[in-house]
């Protein structure tokens, strides 16, 4: 089995509180796990889970991912709103123009997020989740859909998007122009293989894609694999359990 989603990590300098506001906005069920630490369970397949392992450095710049949460209403919309504010997020201003049809906030740690409108074509097909929107080139489209073997279901105007083929989560590149991350990445993914993989072989075929190992020892760490994409964005590979 090759390379497959694990779980989006969110860099955290509370990891309990940031995961009882997204459990109680998503409504998952939290879990505090020895190897994996504070993460939130999948509501089902095909979801993933949602990490937040503790790092202090603190928040300089706008993420460079974030969720867009659907809505069912205009009153489901109003509602996923007023929820989030009660659980601790807040209302902010990205430069977003005021007749949009989706809502900005930011959780308790200042991640942005968008609660988009009823009626959107695009995230039709997906859940409560609708996509995870990435800044980040067509190559880097590219490498994620070969190496978690997710098909492109747009691929237009340097604009690339990801889904895998039992649905859910769309994941998408908006293309230039791109954000700096601020010295490090505090959203990214995290993905695993199987226990009888060859690993090595596996991280082989992500070098081949285009990935690269981001330290001169492998960047090995508790069974875990440090890695890049083609845009540099860091990632971990790991043995599941």
Same mark, same amino acid.
């Given at each position: 089995?090759?390379?497959?989603?694990? !779980?989006? &990590?969110?860099?955290?300098?509370?990891? *309990?509180?940031? %995961?009882?506001?997204?459990?109680?906005?998503?409504?998952?069920?939290?879990?505090?796990? @020895?190897?994996?630490?504070? *993460?939130?369970?999948?509501?089902?397949? @095909?979801?993933?889970?949602?990490?937040? @392992? /503790?790092? /202090?450095?603190?928040? $300089?710049?706008? #993420?460079?991912?974030?969720?867009? *949460?659907?809505?069912?209403?205009?009153?489901?919309?109003?509602?996923?709103?007023?929820? %989030?504010?009660?659980?601790?997020?807040?209302?902010?201003?990205?430069?977003?123009?005021? +007749?949009?049809?989706?809502?900005? *906030? !930011?959780?308790?740690?200042? +991640?942005?997020?968008?609660?988009?409108?009823?009626? +959107?074509?695009?995230? =039709?097909?997906?859940?409560?989740?609708?996509?995870?929107? &990435?800044?980040?080139?067509?190559?880097?489209?590219?490498?994620?859909?070969? =190496?978690?073997?997710?098909?492109?279901?747009?691929?237009?105007?340097?604009?690339?998007?990801?889904?895998?083929?039992?649905?859910?989560?769309?994941?998408?590149?908006?293309?230039?122009?791109?954000? @700096? #991350?601020?010295?490090?990445?505090?959203?990214?993914?995290?993905?695993?293989?199987?226990?009888?993989?060859?690993?090595? %072989?596996?991280?082989?075929?992500?070098?081949?894609?285009?990935?690269? $190992?981001?330290?001169?020892?492998?960047?090995?760490?508790?069974?875990?694999?440090?890695? !890049?994409?083609?845009?540099?964005?860091?990632?971990?590979?790991?043995?599941?359990?």
């Amino acid at each position: 089995m090759t390379a497959h989603l694990f !779980a989006i &990590c969110f860099d955290a300098r509370e990891p *309990l509180r940031l %995961a009882r506001f997204w459990s109680g906005l998503l409504g998952r069920e939290i879990v505090d796990d @020895p190897r994996d630490g504070v *993460l939130l369970l999948p509501a089902g397949d @095909p979801d993933f889970r949602i990490r937040f @392992p /503790q790092h /202090q450095q603190p928040k $300089v710049v706008q #993420n460079r991912m974030h969720f867009d *949460l659907t809505s069912s209403s205009l009153e489901d919309q109003q509602r996923s709103v007023a929820r %989030a504010l009660e659980l601790g997020g807040r209302h902010i201003d990205i430069g977003q123009d005021p +007749n949009d049809d989706h809502v900005v *906030l !930011a959780d308790p740690e200042g +991640n942005e997020f968008d609660v988009i409108g009823p009626g +959107n074509k695009f995230l =039709a097909d997906t859940g409560p989740i609708g996509a995870l929107a &990435c800044d980040g080139s067509p190559q880097v489209g590219y490498f994620w859909s070969a =190496a978690l073997g997710w098909p492109l279901v747009w691929d237009q105007d340097e604009e690339t998007v990801i889904q895998s083929p039992r649905g859910g989560t769309k994941i998408s590149w908006g293309g230039p122009p791109y954000m @700096p #991350n601020g010295g490090r990445d505090r959203v990214r993914f995290d993905v695993a293989v199987g226990v009888d993989t060859d690993r090595p %072989a596996e991280i082989d075929r992500l070098l081949s894609l285009g990935a690269t $190992v981001l330290d001169a020892d492998g960047g090995d760490i508790g069974g875990r694999v440090l890695m !890049a994409d083609p845009d540099g964005g860091e990632f971990w590979l790991r043995t599941a359990r």
